[in-house]
């Protein structure tokens, strides 16, 4: 019924920049919580931002001053804008939305986009 598309990933140099987005698209759902995570090879998907529905945010300690999450309500998508990419940089990059359809609330993921950062 709902699903996150993702856009945005692909291959940068160092110091450059990339901007993600994911859509929500379906019907008879509303979003709360929307986020970024990343999983490099042989690594843990660990947590990159993170933003209320009123647009609180929080980021993880290594992306603070370089990457900026954003919402737009209106159209259910989610942005990244990664600035400044290092090659620890480099991950698939997945979306997330904590989503409500009628009474229960459910974790979406995206289908993850790449993003490498070259040297």
């Known amino acids: 019924q709902v699903h996150l598309v993702e856009s945005g990933g692909g291959l940068v140099q160092a110091g450059g920049s990339l901007r993600l987005s994911c859509a929500a698209s379906?019907?008879?759902?509303?979003?709360?919580?929307m986020g970024w995570y990343r999983q490099a090879p042989g690594k843990q998907r660990d947590l990159v931002a993170t933003i209320t529905k009123g647009g609180t945010t929080n980021y993880e300690d290594s992306v603070k001053g370089r990457f900026t999450i954003s919402r737009d309500n209106a159209k259910n998508t989610v942005y990244l804008e990664m600035n400044s990419l290092k090659p620890e940089d480099t991950a698939v990059y997945y979306c997330?939305?904590?989503?409500?359809?009628?009474?229960?609330?459910?974790?979406?993921w995206g289908q993850g986009t790449q993003v490498t950062v070259s040297s």
């Open positions: 379906g019907r008879d759902f509303s979003i709360n919580d």
């Open positions: 997330y939305a904590k989503i409500r359809r009628l009474i229960a609330y459910n974790d979406y």
